[in-house]
């Protein structure tokens, strides 16, 4: 019986043969929207949600591409803006940077 799953087409869906060498993990607080984060944030990477009662963390696998993260920052920047969310805390490469969200006439 072949029974697909949405976690089944995420990793069909990956190119296994890039470097996949950065993970950044974005604190998101009261974990409202974590999901949401999550889903948009999935197609084609690696990506997992650790809930909390506070704060979920939402990580993704980075590719070795020179601008997958200014790219992840970008959508995470949008998605926090339109949620009406200030900041949104993230750690990379073991240190804890704040990414401001994008307020109107700003980009």
Known sequence: MDV????TEVVSDMDVGSS?????????????GA?????ML?????????????????GVLL????????????????WAAARGLPAIPFALDGRTYVLHAVREGQA
């Open 4 to 7: 697909a799953s949405p976690l």
């Open 20 to 32: 996949l060498s950065e993970v950044v993990s974005f604190e998101v607080p009261g974990g409202a």
């Open 35 to 39: 999901g949401e984060l999550l889903a």
């Open 42 to 58: 999935v197609p084609g990477r690696m990506a997992w949600l650790a809930p909390g009662d506070v704060v979920s963390i939402v």
């Open 63 to 78: 590719d070795g591409d020179d601008f997958d993260l200014a790219n992840v920052l970008r959508r995470v920047q949008s």
